[in-house]
């Protein structure tokens, strides 16, 4: 009966992405993780100044964990460790500024923090622009692209060693449902440019190069997990999409309710495998319907175009 009516919620959208997911999933999803379950581990979380990067940060904290709040703004992050700090005062938080969209920034940040943490529990991709018009990265990049995809592919192919027995979760969305995988345009070069639509591409492109991320670090025994929040109260619904936002508000999930899975996913002692699409703490088809899946070609087409856009293999 809860799978029968999981599954509807699911369909139905509107019952399974907003509060009201949760609040009846909760009486039947995996435990929370053990107290204290973190404690001496370190987990490196991007785009945590703010919404669901700073909700996970503080679901992680009171778990034991050193997090890494990783953003652009110094000034936003120094505000986003003040927050975590006023609620949890022995919360074991630093902050460090890059630009993911900047793949010499992440060299640069992978070095110095390698070199400072060797062994990484867990690194958490949150980092997301949609920008109203295209934009391009340092590199020349489409700029929704070098943030979802590019800089997250080259950190953690950079980060791999130090990952090595943890975990990589991506935080992708339930957007990436309504696209196919733009393999024969990944910069968005032609057609009129929708910063919606390339936003729900390159979350596409997320769920597709979390699984080749799970081939890939099989050996290096490195689980991949991509998952999605919902339809959560965060600047980024609220300031790209307000007219969704004033419809919908009431029904809208808090930050921590939609980072909930995020945590989950970083701290669960359960046995989850490798390569999983997430949502409320239970796996979740990548495509809401048999239509439009990618195939095998397309999928190491999308590989190679990333590899050689960063110069990571992960080999």
């Avoid at 600047?235 to 309710?257: C, I, N």
Wanted: aromatic content about 6%; some cysteine; glycine content about 12%.
């Amino acid at each position: 009966m809860t799978g029968a009516l999981d599954w509807a919620m699911d369909k139905s959208l509107v019952l399974g992405y907003t509060r009201l997911g949760p609040r009846i999933r909760r009486s039947w999803w995996p435990s929370d993780p053990r107290p204290g379950c973190l404690a001496g581990r370190h987990v490196l979380v991007t785009g945590a100044s703010g919404g669901l990067g700073l909700a996970t940060a503080a679901g992680l904290a009171p778990l034991g964990a050193t997090v890494h709040l990783l953003g652009r703004s110094a000034e936003r992050l120094d505000q986003a460790e003040q927050t975590l700090r006023a609620g949890m005062p022995s919360a074991r938080v630093e902050t460090v500024v890059c630009d993911v969209s900047d793949l010499d920034a992440v060299r640069e940040f992978a070095a110095s923090f390698t070199a400072r943490v060797p062994q990484l529990h867990a690194v958490v991709h949150n980092a997301g622009v949609l920008p109203p018009e295209r934009r391009t990265s340092a590199q020349g990049h489409e700029l929704t692209l070098a943030t979802h995809v590019l800089g997250p592919h080259l950190m953690t192919g950079l980060l791999a060693d130090s990952l090595a027995g943890g975990r990589v979760v991506v935080v992708t969305s339930g957007g990436a449902y309504s696209q196919k995988l733009a393999v024969d345009d990944p910069e968005y070069l032609e057609g009129e440019y929708s910063g919606v639509t390339a936003y729900a591409r390159t979350k596409r492109m997320q769920i597709v190069l979390a699984e080749l991320w799970a081939d890939h670090l099989r050996g290096r025994d490195v689980a991949v997990h991509s998952m999605h929040p919902g339809w959560a109260d965060t600047p980024g619904v609220t300031d790209s999409l307000p007219g969704f936002a004033t419809v919908m508000g009431p029904l809208l999930r808090s930050p921590a309710e939609g980072a909930d899975t995020v945590a989950w996913l970083v701290a669960t002692d359960d046995r989850l495998g490798t390569g999983g699409f997430w949502h409320d703490r239970r796996r979740r088809p990548t495509h809401y319907a048999p239509l439009g899946v990618e195939t095998e070609a397309q999928r190491q087409q999308f590989w190679r175009f990333v590899v050689d856009a960063t110069g990571e293999s992960l080999g």
